[in-house]
């Protein structure tokens, strides 16, 4: 997967957009987008899974945030032949889904689309560390965080790494300029 595949697919816009995390950026990823189609939501699905799997991190089960991690969680899994649980979010905090559990002992590997301030992907973490579990990696489509590695000393194994530049809003030339702000995140702005 690259940027330019992405991009001719609708999954990178440019224009001004508040992201999830709160922050503002000239760049906006919809990564299901990308993953709509099935065929290429498994080919990137393979390639992390291949990526974990040379570099000694196949796990006892992938774990996802909801909702941006839930298709390539699976796609991950599926290359992986692990089972897939999911995160969500329920009264402001990060829990796993009903009806999951992860043991102690078990070594999970976390899987996002887009890691911009990872914010998600470290409540998640602490949700698995809470219940025992060992998180052994983290795993995304793209990384934008600005950093190679945002989890240190845990790896992430991103299929894109890219530095599209973000601002507070207080910062934003783009709102300096005038221009019309698009929210389109799934994050519920109160949340950053």
Not at 118 to 129: A, D, L, M
Request: aromatic share 4%; charged share 20%.
């Amino acid at each position: 997967m690259t940027l330019d595949e992405l991009t001719a697919c609708g999954a990178h816009r440019r224009g001004h957009f508040r992201l999830s995390s709160g922050l503002h950026s000239g760049d906006y990823l919809q990564c299901a987008l990308f993953l709509a189609h099935p065929t290429r939501a498994e080919r990137a699905g393979l390639e992390l899974g291949e990526s974990l799997r040379a570099a000694g991190s196949a796990p006892d089960v992938v774990v996802a945030p909801a909702m941006g991690g839930l298709i390539i969680g699976h796609e991950v899994a599926r290359a992986l032949d692990r089972p897939f649980i999911f995160t969500e979010r329920k009264d402001g905090a990060m829990t796993l889904r009903r009806g999951f559990a992860v043991a102690s002992g078990q070594t999970v590997v976390i899987v996002e689309d887009v890691v911009t301030t990872g914010k998600s992907t470290r409540e998640t973490i602490n949700v698995i560390e809470n219940l025992g579990g060992e998180v052994v990696a983290m795993a995304s489509l793209v990384n934008r965080s600005g950093s190679p590695e945002p989890f240190a000393p845990l790896k992430l194994h991103a299929l894109v790494t890219t530095s599209f530049p973000t601002w507070s809003p207080e910062d934003c030339p783009l709102c300096a300029q005038g221009l019309a702000i698009d929210t389109p995140g799934s994050r519920p702005l109160g949340a950053v």
